[in-house]
């Protein structure tokens, strides 16, 4: 019996240590030493006010994003090379145009390319193609670019960008006959697609990183 009692009281003398120990351990934290109040934040992401709806539902897709280019150069070549094969540099149509950007095997010749099949597999080089056919349009369309931009003809403001594109179409001499009768002479490609749908689709963007050059060349002879 007298075992149990003692058995008892260090049983119930050793609990009541442990939660006076346990009590005297939590100590009472000062929780406006942690505040953030009054100090000067600065964030690495900023908030857009302007982010729309539908590139919230782009990031919330199983898409993969791409920078909104707007209208610079690069968003000048890439939305007119998703319009000719949706930037495919593989791409040949029913017609034979190539690649990326849809060139014809005589264009590609007066800028230098004469093996189709190199074009096809390399994509720099398609690069290339475009800037020196690009630069060689604005060479023979230069006084035209001068007089008719900032004019409407047919209701389409014509733009550098927009000639540039419609140039890449149907060739400068089509633009040159659509721009001197003011609208009379279109130009539309075996799929109904017409220069004044180029002049107002790629209009406004900003070409100026072409220079006119006679003899641009993809490739240096």
Do not use: C
């Not at 009054?38 to 900023?46: D, E, I, P, Q």
């Not at 007089?147 to 047919?154: A, C, E, L, P, S």
């Not at 594109?165 to 001499?173: I, K, Q, R, V």
Request: net charge positive; charged share 20%; aromatic share 12%.
């Amino acid at each position: 019996m007298k075992k149990s009692i003692a058995s008892y009281l260090t049983v119930s003398l050793t609990i009541s240590v442990l939660l006076y120990v346990s009590l005297s351990s939590n100590k009472v934290i000062d929780s406006s030493k942690y505040s953030t109040a009054g100090l000067v934040l600065n964030y690495t992401v900023s908030h857009d006010a302007e982010t729309k709806a539908g590139d919230l539902a782009l990031f919330n897709s199983n898409k993969t994003f791409s920078p909104y280019l707007g209208k610079s150069f690069v968003g000048f070549k890439e939305a007119l090379a998703f319009k000719e094969s949706r930037g495919d540099y593989s791409s040949v149509n029913t017609l034979g145009y190539l690649g990326k950007y849809q060139f014809g095997k005589e264009t590609l010749k007066l800028i230098g390319i004469y093996d189709v099949e190199e074009f096809l597999n390399n994509p720099e080089l398609q690069e290339r193609a475009f800037i020196a056919n690009a630069e060689r349009n604005k060479w023979i369309l230069r006084r035209d670019i001068k007089r008719f931009v900032g004019k409407k003809i047919n209701g389409i403001l014509i733009t550098e960008s927009g000639i540039l594109a419609a140039a890449h179409l149907a060739g400068p001499g089509s633009v040159k006959n659509y721009l001197r009768s003011y609208g009379l002479e279109n130009f539309s490609d075996a799929y109904g697609t017409s220069m004044e749908y180029y002049l107002k689709k790629f209009s406004g963007y900003d070409t100026s990183f072409v220079k006119p050059n006679k003899n641009a060349k993809a490739v240096n002879s």
